[in-house]
């Protein structure tokens, strides 16, 4: 059996009885008598690869405070050196979720490309991470892998791996492959999750998003099938709300599966497509697929029966949204098939500008000022800019008849105007941030 995937859930009774974490450290300390080997379970790592250690520059990974650096320093902890000032941290210890990445085995691959970025196979605790707050429309995110492949140079999630103490820069490098996903949601599932929400006065069961900080059907899903473990026990259930949100047209391959899903529960299906502009999409996604596969995939969907809609998030000001292009997108998804569009305002967070700005100058050096004066003290465009994508959408949903989409029409009674902007990018980024402190 692959290593990824056991059948039944590993024992996590050690590995849950942690410390809370003091004001001054980010993550909660793993037990003493947890050793490496223990936490990465029983998997050799494989000859002659090296584990996740970063020796990377960065701004973003700051040194702790000394008061951490003490309680921290323990002889048995993994060791990462500090890119910011390497000498001071040479014996800074690691903890939490950084820990576990270090001391996390090499993946098997295949794969025989220079290009490949490395492979990890990380053991957590849980798959299925709660997020209470009314600023986005779900309650619960599964992201079976952290660190995405795409490479998107906008991407917003770039800052997770800086809870592993790695460069934002290195999230299409350093790949990290759940373990065991499947029993564990299995349990999550049972054991946390409701079939009567708070929100909805315990009329509607709770919302599950996959995809919301890396890409359920990136290029390892084709390996190690973490995100199609996961389907698969979604679709033992039935009365679940879930919706899953990719740029790939791998999801095809799992039309059994989601229609499984989708005859016992309530199940959505966003495709991103950013631009249909294919050079454009190229230097935006490196290694995305296409936007015509895309728009395929939203296709072979809706005629499996499967509601689908398309996202062309984020919009990116004098890249993506010049007029005609955002409509041309939902033209192009209407013809497909789609059900509802929608489209979030770029929002960069201080790892993701570190990753956009050098593309920004290399590529659109003409934007550079511009977007110096949008971002220099925010991560949000310009309020009055956000108002008029929002009218310019809910123009082209009249224009194509396209719904909203279908948990957030059960979560909000009002039509979703600028909220249904917001929460794409901002609002996930403070859920996701909240809910990568863990080990998960």
């Not at 989409?405 to 990018?425: F, I, N, Y």
Request: net charge positive.
């Amino acid at each position: 059996m692959s290593p990824v995937h056991s059948l039944t859930a590993p024992d996590f009774r050690a590995l849950r009885r942690h410390v809370s974490p003091t004001p001054e450290t980010l993550f909660p300390e793993c037990p003493d008598d947890l050793s490496p080997k223990q936490m990465a379970g029983n998997l050799a790592p494989v000859a002659g690869q090296r584990g996740s250690i970063s020796d990377r520059q960065t701004t973003d990974c700051p040194p702790p405070s000394p008061a951490t650096q003490r309680t921290q320093g323990r002889s048995n902890s993994p060791v990462r050196n500090s890119a910011v000032n390497p000498r001071e941290r040479a014996t800074a210890r690691l903890v939490g979720i950084a820990r576990l990445a270090a001391t996390s085995p090499p993946a098997e691959t295949k794969r025989k490309s220079a290009q490949r970025p490395e492979y990890f196979v990380l053991p957590v605790k849980s798959i299925l991470n709660r997020c209470d707050s009314q600023r986005v429309p779900f309650e619960w995110t599964i992201n079976p892998y952290r660190g995405c492949e795409f490479a998107c140079k906008y991407c917003y999630a770039r800052y997770t791996h800086e809870y592993m103490e790695l460069d934002g820069g290195e999230f299409e490098k350093k790949i990290y492959v759940k373990k065991d996903a499947g029993p564990l949601l299995a349990w999550d599932v049972a054991h946390k999750y409701s079939y009567a929400s708070d929100a909805s006065g315990g009329t509607r069961a709770e919302h599950i998003a996959i995809g919301t900080a890396t890409d359920p059907y990136q290029p390892a899903e084709r390996e190690y099938g973490v995100t199609r473990a996961c389907l698969e026990e979604l679709a033992k259930r039935e009365g679940l709300s879930v919706s899953i949100i990719t740029k790939s047209d791998q999801i095809v391959r799992d039309i059994d599966v989601l229609r499984r899903i989708a005859a016992r529960s309530d199940l959505a299906i966003d495709i991103t497509i950013t631009t249909l502009r294919t050079r454009l999409a190229r230097m935006l996604e490196p290694r995305a697929p296409r936007p015509d596969l895309r728009l395929a995939a939203v296709k072979q969907l809706s005629e499996a029966g499967l509601a689908v809609g398309v996202s062309a998030s984020p919009l990116m000001p004098g890249i993506t949204d010049r007029e005609g292009d955002l409509e041309a997108v939902a033209a192009a998804g209407k013809e497909a098939g789609a059900q509802w569009f929608f489209s979030g305002v770029l929002f960069l967070m201080p790892s993701s500008a570190q990753q956009f700005f050098p593309f920004l100058r290399a590529k659109f050096p003409r934007l550079v000022q511009q977007y110096e004066k949008w971002f220099g003290e925010s991560g949000y465009m310009p309020e009055e800019y956000r108002r008029k994508v929002a009218e310019r959408v809910a123009k082209i949903r009249q224009t194509y008849g396209f719904r909203s989409r279908p948990w957030v029409e059960k979560k909000h009674t009002t039509p979703c105007t600028q909220m249904s902007l917001g929460w794409d990018a901002a609002a996930v980024a403070l859920e996701v941030r909240k809910n990568h402190r863990g080990y998960t």
